[in-house]
C-alpha cells in the first residue's frame, strides 16, 4: 500500500494506492482543499453553513462586471477566513478560453468562461493558477 496524504479527489479506484488514488505532496493536498473551497455551495459544509464560494452558482451572471467583481470579494473572504495561512491570492481573472493569459481560444471552448486564481502557496513558496470552467 503506498504511502499518501489524503484521498485525491474525485474518488478513483487505484490498486497501488490502496482503495482510491492519493494524494502525494503537501502541494497536491493543499491545490485539492483550495479547489474545494471555491467550488462547494455555502451550507452544502455539515456543520459549517458558511463554507464555500459556490462559484457555479454564478453560471448564467458572469458577463456583469459587478458579479465578477462579487465572486472576487467571495473569493478572497473565504480564503481569509479558512486559508489564510497556507494561500495568498495574487489574482483573479476571467477569459473565454482556459488560458490564464486569455490568448487561446478554439472554437470548442470559445463560449466557456473559466476563472483563474493565480496564488501562491505560503509553506512552499509556489506559485500555481487554478482553473475552472464556470460555464460551457
Known amino acids: ?3 499518501g496524504i489524503g484521498p485525491a479527489l474525485p474518488l478513483i479506484y487505484d490498486q497501488n494506492d490502496g482503495p ?3 494524494t502525494k505532496s503537501i502541494g497536491q493536498e493543499i491545490v485539492q482543499n483550495f479547489k474545494n473551497l471555491i467550488l462547494t455551495n455555502p451550507g452544502e459544509k455539515m456543520m459549517d453553513p458558511d463554507f464555500g464560494v459556490g462559484i457555479k452558482q454564478y453560471l448564467f451572471e458572469l458577463d ?3 458579479v465578477k467583481q462579487e465572486i472576487i470579494e467571495k473569493i ?4 481569509n477566513i479558512y486559508m489564510s495561512t497556507i494561500i495568498e491570492i495574487r489574482d483573479i481573472r476571467y477569459t473565454r478560453g482556459s488560458d490564464y493569459e486569455g490568448d487561446e481560444v478554439s472554437v470548442a471552448n470559445s463560449s466557456a468562461i473559466y476563472v483563474h486564481i493565480l496564488f501562491r502557496i505560503i509553506p512552499l513558496d509556489t506559485v500555481s493558477v487554478l482553473t ?3 460555464s460551457n
Open 1 to 3: 500500500m503506498a504511502i
Open 20 to 22: 482510491f488514488r492519493l
Open 64 to 66: 456583469s462586471s459587478p
Open 76 to 79: 478572497n473572504q473565504q480564503v
Open 132 to 134: 475552472l470552467p464556470v
